[in-house]
């Protein structure tokens, strides 16, 4: 025992790295033709930035004419191998394996996941060079091939913002208002400079699935300027980005689109950047503050909702404080809070004034202002369905004041859009949708849309993106088009609700499991997000696109939610709970 110094505290254990690096090792000396085909696959799972390891397993030709970057492919297990043809070729100096798995997911040269199904089967052709004697692969499928484990370790996932195309005034509007940020989900090499890699990126423009209804700041032609490879913030924690001569003259609004952009995008990679300033040519473009990009562009997950709404024992339309811990809930002003009519489904409009309700039977829609004396008025809108599962569905609101709804009567399925939550309703067009709506919820940003869709016995959650067409003169015409599953792997959906600019939670079950909840992305991935504690029953689910406010659910018959950290708590006796949207 030492006798003298000061006291210093020390951590019984070292702190380890969270991050497992794995770096590849490069062919052996006289290594046979399996072993270069299981070496170049663990050198794709590796952080060389360049994949260069990997390249030293080809020969000059393959390696020159190799595009790692144009896809990935995710297989359940990883790739097996499999000699082709069946025996010994190794003594004519021509060797053929064919790469085999099941599909996951593919992630594109714009970075986009996509769930796969499927099975994987791609040749790699080896020949051994006449003059070192050593065998090498000079014949390949492009990008690269990894198991579902090693992407979850390599790859993360970070959401770019684009604007809204539709973004503008509403009318009556005295001042334009400012454009809806929308998240689009990539993945990037989570320790191969992330940063560079997000920023390259989002510089080259948005998903194809979204480029359709979102704009960027950033002129066509835009990239990096010649010589930058890597992207560091300084001791100001300011990151300045060169680019090429295309963004020389772009005004001081456009060049401030441009930063907030990127500011949005970096808060997904790391918090040490404050400020951006991009140049071009050697010369400050602009530059902009963290603090000052949300008055760039408005974020769903900057919304911060003041109530969690429900109804109560008497069908009636409640509400509580959204982040206290407070239980008692009030009925909200006007006719919708008085019990005159019987509820049975609500939304709450997002500016928490006005509020929309089916009745108990699902028949009629109602649409009523939250202020004192406000009056409930005439059903909006009315279904035919025989039963109450053939009738209306519970409504959602939009950003720019637009009331969503689906009509389950099978004479008549409908999606339909009320603008203002009056006048009459806009049929919305789904090509290629098959199976009829029983859910619908529409993000913050007012481009996507999440849909539960019932199809031959099975209940799939759908995301596809809001096309409008007003012309002057015209009615509106609106589509939801690009629908793809964001739940691949769940038999039956229950209920689902947006919690993030680009992440759901969704309540549902696998064939032959039973209900969980969990989180996913617009995309169909697995979001690194902890799952919510266990809870049986779940009817209804209700989260917010502001992270901080607690789950809630409706669950034996009972509503409940979950702070941050904690257990399940009941919060009041009721059905139907949501937040605005």
């Known amino acids: 025992m030492p006798d003298r110094g000061d006291l210093r505290g020390v951590e019984s254990t070292p702190r380890q790295d969270p991050q497992v690096r794995v770096f590849a090792m490069p062919p052996a000396d006289g290594a046979p033709p399996s072993a270069i085909v299981q070496g170049f696959l663990e050198a794709l799972t590796s952080n060389d930035p360049r994949f260069e390891t990997a390249r030293k397993y080809l020969t000059p030709d393959a390696s020159r004419t190799w595009r790692p970057e144009a896809t990935t492919t995710v297989l359940a297990g990883g790739p097996s191998t499999e000699a082709e043809p069946p025996g010994n070729r190794e003594q004519t100096g021509d060797y053929a394996v064919t790469l085999t798995g099941t599909r996951v997911a593919t992630v594109d040269a714009r970075q986009s996941y996509t769930p796969a199904r499927g099975t994987y089967r791609q040749s790699v052709h080896l020949t051994k060079d006449s003059k070192t004697r050593q065998w090498r692969i000079d014949a390949l499928p492009q990008g690269v091939v990894m198991g579902k484990s090693d992407f979850q370790r390599t790859y993360m996932s970070v959401n770019k913002y684009y604007f809204a195309a539709n973004s503008g005034p509403q009318t009556g509007e005295e001042t334009p208002r400012q454009p809806a940020a929308v998240a689009d989900p990539v993945y990037v090499r989570r320790l191969v400079d992330p940063m560079t890699q997000v920023v390259r990126s989002l510089i080259s423009g948005p998903a194809r699935a979204l480029g359709p209804v979102v704009r960027s700041g950033f002129p066509s032609g835009t990239a990096l300027a010649d010589g930058v490879t890597a992207l560091t913030p300084d001791d100001r924690n300011r990151l300045t980005v060169p680019l090429n001569d295309r963004a020389a003259r772009v005004g001081a609004s456009q060049c401030h689109e441009m930063a907030a952009q990127l500011l949005f995008t970096l808060r997904g990679v790391t918090p040490a950047v404050d400020e951006v300033e991009l140049t071009s040519g050697g010369r400050r473009v602009c530059e902009l503050s963290g603090d000052r990009a ?60 006005t509020a929309a309700a089916t009745g108990l039977d699902g028949r009629h829609l109602y649409v009523g202002t939250l202020v004192p004396g406000g009056s409930r008025g005439e059903p909006v809108l009315s279904s035919g369905g025989r039963t109450e599962q053939d009738r209306l569905t519970a409504p959602s609101w939009d950003a720019r004041g637009g009331l969503w709804i689906a009509d389950r009567d099978p004479e008549s399925p409908r999606l339909l859009l009320l603008k203002d939550g009056a006048g009459d309703p806009v049929q919305v067009r789904t090509p290629g949708l098959k199976g009829r709506i029983t859910a619908v919820r529409v993000a913050a940003d007012g481009v996507r849309i999440a849909l539960i869709v019932e199809d031959g016995g099975r209940r799939s959650l759908l995301i596809g993106r809001i096309e409008r067409d007003q012309r002057p003169a015209e009615e509106p015409r609106v589509a939801v088009v690009g629908l793809r599953t964001a739940t691949p792997e769940l038999e039956e959906v229950t209920a689902m609700s947006w919690a993030g600019d680009s992440r759901l939670v969704v309540a549902g079950r696998e064939r032959g499991g039973v209900q969980q909840i969990g989180y996913v992305q617009v995309d169909g991935s697995t979001p690194e997000a902890s799952v919510p504690a266990a809870l049986t029953g779940v009817k209804e689910i209700a989260s917010t696109e502001d992270e901080r406010r607690p789950l809630v659910a409706y669950s034996e018959n009972l509503i409940v939610r979950l702070p941050s950290g904690m257990q399940w708590q009941k919060v009041a006796e009721g059905t139907a709970p949501v937040y605005p949207g």
């Open 294 to 353: 949300d008055a760039v562009a408005t974020r769903g997950s900057a919304h911060r909702p003041d109530h969690l709404y429900f109804l109560d024992g008497k069908h009636r339309l409640v509400r509580i404080a959204a982040g206290g811990n407070a239980n008692r809930a009030e009925p909200v002003p006007g006719a919708l809070g008085e019990g005159a009519t019987s509820l049975r489904s609500v939304a709450v409009s997002r500016d928490e004034r």
